[in-house]
């Protein structure tokens, strides 16, 4: 298994309803897709899928993308069973009209669970917690460089701003984290694309922090979401939205490889809004 820094390695998460979700826990499980690439281990992976799940995977037309489909299915199935009775296989899901996915098992304590799920070149990750709104985004920092008229359409003025007086070597980090941010609120949100992303922002500060701000048009107080943001080793860049409640909440992120390892990562948040 590729070892991850930051990590400590704790028994191998091969068992279901395992792990305590307290109401104020909320807890991201990613998987390193380097790590998913024996066969024998993908077809159990498979046998997870509904029908309809085994007949989108040959669609995808990319050996890596049909992998990295069936190994987020299957972390969204075996991350829900460690926290409620109720096995991988038999979890059903709804979406709403903009297509954040739900739980629609008929069980109590599975419906008291929310999650979302993110992935993106060599990585899939999926946030758990309880009753209350949750969304997560990763972006590889490999990823092409995206262009500063990209950040002039999507982002506000003063995020575009910040972005262009940054040295020309810092943009392209600052350009994702802005993104993986903004996708995660719009994920926490559940609207999707629907929610136009110039019409909120985020502003950095030297001391580690990130500021939401919104527009009256979209009738949120963004005193209401507490938001982590994470470098995920020199690959990756993970953002956090959750709910505000009276309970400051405490965040586990792990690594794992489903019926293999799993490992809790000692990683401090490179920012928070808090």
Known sequence: MHETPGATTIAPGVSFCTHRMLTAHIHVWSTFLRDTTDEALLRRYRALLTHEEQQQEPRFRFLRDRI????TRALVRTTLSRYAS???AEWVFTKNAHGKPAIANDDAEARALHFNVTHTAGLVSVGACHSRELGIDAESLAARQPSVELADRYFTPDEAAALRALPEQ???????????LKESYIKARGMGLSMPLDR?????TDAGKVELSTSP????????????????GTEHVLAVCAERTTLQPQLVMRAVVPFVSEQELNLAPSRTSF
Do not use: C, K, N
């Open 68 to 71: 990295r489909y069936v190994v």
């Open 86 to 88: 109720i096995s991988p």
């Open 170 to 180: 810092e943009r392209h980090a600052r350009f994702l984290e802005t993104w993986t």
């Open 200 to 204: 909120f922002g985020f502003r950095f």
């Open 217 to 232: 048009e979209l009738h949120d107080d963004a005193g209401r979401w507490l938001f982590w943001q994470f470098q995920l």
